[in-house]
T-cell receptor, first 113, second 115 residues
């Protein structure tokens, strides 16, 4: 079946550090790939997505590139802020009448001043 | 109200109680989802409703009973729960049938504690 693997964390970085959160996947067919973010006390929000190989999703300074050859979708940000502290979920979806989404375990990011 | 709302935000119940979680989406979507979020585990998809019909039930125990009276509302009825059912229950919605893989929009969740 489909699966998503990401580092569990927590990841602790100083403000303005470079961020990478690794994500790899296994899927049948050609999934779309997503990064969702969950701030404390809130639900998940879409951060970015990519729907086909070599697509780059970007939002709020975060980027991820759909790498079919390595089945990866790593999240990066050049300079993190304290306000980026949250849990980040990598996910994939395949459409079959409705959107079936498979989530990773989530990576907690803590950014310290 | 905008987006996806859930009530209550927090719920404490005994194992013999009956309670219901409510979700409402204000986005005009035609599909709604219940997920369970437990510590150190991936989100678990529980139920999916598309066009008000249940299309997926992921081996969820019968003590959880979903209801979708219309495309904007989704309920999760709870009875005789176990302590291991304590978790964050998230509702989501999406617009299906467009031929594109649309984003799911999540509510803030209901934090459930079963004593």
């Amino acid at each position: 079946g489909d699966s998503v693997t990401q580092m569990e964390g927590p990841v602790t970085l100083s403000e303005e550090a470079f961020l990478t959160i690794n994500c790899t996947y296994t899927a049948t067919g050609y999934p779309s790939l997503f990064w969702y973010v969950q701030y404390p006390g809130e639900g998940l929000q879409l951060l970015l997505k990519a729907t086909k190989a070599d697509d780059k999703g970007s939002n709020k300074g975060f980027e991820a590139t759909y790498r079919k050859e390595t089945t990866s979708f790593h999240l990066e940000k050049g300079s993190v802020q304290v306000s980026d502290s949250a849990v980040y979920f990598c996910a994939l979806s395949v459409t079959g009448g409705y959107q079936k989404v498979t989530f990773g375990i989530g990576t907690k990011l803590q950014v310290i001043p | 109200e905008t987006g996806v709302t859930q009530t209550p935000r927090h719920l404490v119940m005994g194992m013999t109680n009956k309670k219901s979680l409510k979700c409402e989406q204000h986005l005009g979507h035609n599909a709604m989802y219940w997920y369970k979020q437990s510590a150190k585990k991936p989100l678990e998809l529980m139920f999916v409703y598309s066009l008000e019909e249940r299309v997926e039930n992921n081996s969820v125990p019968s003590r959880f009973s979903p209801e979708c009276p219309n495309s904007s509302h989704l309920f999760l009825h709870l009875h005789t729960l176990q302590p291991e059912d304590s978790a964050l229950y998230l509702c989501a919605s999406s617009q299906e049938g467009t031929g594109f893989q649309e984003t799911q929009y999540f509510g803030p969740g209901t934090r459930l504690l079963v004593l």
